[in-house]
C-alpha cells in the first residue's frame, strides 16, 4: 500500500510538474511572440515611406492589443520595468511622430518642386534675355562698322 501510495503521489507530482512547465513554455512563447509583434512594428514605423502605410501598422497595434490584453499581467512582469500598455502608446507616439515627418518630407518635396519650376522658368529667361543681348551686341557692333565707313 505503501508503494502505491508514494507512486500515486510520484505520479500527481508528475502531472503537476509538467502542467506547470507547458503553462510555463506558453506564457514563454507568449511573451516572446508580443517581444517579436512589438519589433515588427517599431522597425515598419520608421520604414514607411506613406500614411497609408501607418494606418496599416495603427491597426496591427490594434490586433496586438486585441490579442495580448488577457495577458497584459503576464507582459507586464516581462516588461518590467517598462508595461503593456506603455510599449502601445510607444508605438502609437511613434506612429504619430512619423506622420508628421511623412507630412514636413511631403510639403517639402511641393516646395522642391515649386522651386525647380520656378528655376526653370528663370533659366529660359535668362536665356531670352542672353540671346536678345548677343543680338543687340551685334547690331551695336554692326552700326560701328557702319559708321567707321561712313566717316
Do not use: C
Not at 2 to 9: A, D, G, H, Q, S
Not at 17 to 30: I, L, P
Not at 50 to 62: N, P
Not at 131 to 138: G, I, N, P, R
Amino acid at each position: 500500500m505503501k508503494t502505491v501510495r508514494t507512486l500515486f503521489i510520484f505520479v500527481l507530482a508528475s502531472a503537476i510538474t509538467s502542467v506547470f512547465v507547458h503553462a510555463q513554455e506558453s506564457d514563454s512563447k507568449r511573451i516572446h511572440s508580443f517581444k517579436a509583434s512589438v519589433q515588427t512594428i517599431d522597425s515598419a514605423v520608421f520604414s514607411a515611406t506613406e500614411a497609408h502605410q501607418l494606418d496599416s501598422l495603427k491597426q496591427h497595434i490594434q490586433s496586438l492589443d486585441d490579442a495580448y490584453h488577457a495577458d497584459q499581467d503576464l507582459v507586464n512582469i516581462a516588461l518590467h520595468p517598462g508595461s503593456y500598455q506603455s510599449e502601445l502608446s510607444r508605438l502609437n507616439q511613434i506612429i504619430r511622430i512619423r506622420y508628421g515627418e511623412l507630412s514636413l518630407i511631403e510639403s517639402q518635396s511641393d516646395q522642391l518642386s515649386q522651386l525647380s519650376t520656378q528655376l526653370m522658368a528663370y533659366e529660359k529667361e535668362l536665356s531670352r534675355l542672353t540671346d536678345a543681348t548677343d543680338s543687340l551686341a551685334s547690331v551695336i557692333a554692326e552700326s560701328r562698322g557702319n559708321e567707321g565707313k561712313l566717316n
